[in-house]
């Protein structure tokens, strides 16, 4: 089923407008007064940018700021924000090539034009991927996990916990049958390799309870 991919039809203003809410103060809430007073920024490919700028989760649908853009402010945070509020915008592409922000321009166009069903030449498609390469340029998605898109999206694998490395296990000596002696215990340490693969514990404890254990 087709679906729309959100755009700007100014990808240059849109670019204007992030790189000012970097340095101007926070808002109440995030207002067309406050894009063309405090960001100095008028006329409607401005306005326009305001609902784009909700679909990337960094503003409320009250208009109120986010915890996604106060850490996009954050000039250590900017791009790594700008990357999460990426993945929020093209969720859909990200469902059909998970690295779709290192996708080249034809395999990214190919696309947006089997996600929309629009024309490869239109106008909604061009702008589409001039947002798309405008915002990429300034994200960092290195670190940046996708996210949860529930069951519908496939079974995650599963994991087990890794126990600690090294675990005792005493072990009692059985006493020879009519003869006196001492009862006798000793400690096995065991290391066990990094891995969360719960065939391999146990195999470990398998072999320890054939070959030790049970003698």
Not at 117 to 126: D, P, R
Not at 174 to 181: A, F, I, R, S, V
Request: glycine share 8%; with cysteine; charged share 25%.
């Amino acid at each position: 089923m087709a679906e729309n991919l959100p755009y700007s039809t100014s990808a240059g203003t849109l670019e204007k407008m992030l790189d000012k809410i970097k340095t101007a103060s926070e808002p109440d809430r995030f207002t067309q007064d406050f894009v063309s007073t405090k960001l100095s920024m008028k006329g409607g490919t401005a306005k326009a940018c305001i609902p784009f700028l909700k679909k990337m989760g960094l503003v409320g649908s009250d208009g109120s700021p986010t915890d996604l853009y106060r850490e996009y402010r954050n000039p250590k945070k900017s791009r790594l924000a700008l990357g999460k509020a990426f993945r929020i915008v093209y969720d859909r592409l990200y469902e059909m090539n998970e690295y779709v922000h290192d996708a080249d321009d034809a395999e990214v166009l190919g696309l947006i034009v089997e996600c929309t069903g629009g024309e490869k030449t239109s106008a909604a498609t061009k702008y589409t991927l001039g947002t798309f390469n405008m915002l990429r340029k300034h994200a960092d998605f290195d670190g940046v996990e996708p996210e949860d898109e529930g069951d519908d999206a496939g079974q995650k694998p599963h994991t087990v916990e890794v126990p600690p490395p090294s675990h005792q296990l005493p072990v009692s000596l059985p006493q020879t049958q009519g003869k006196k002696g001492i009862n006798l215990s000793y400690t096995i340490n065991l290391n066990l390799p990094p891995t969360k693969d719960i065939e391999v514990f146990n195999a470990i404890f398998k072999s320890l309870k054939q070959h030790i254990l049970d003698q």
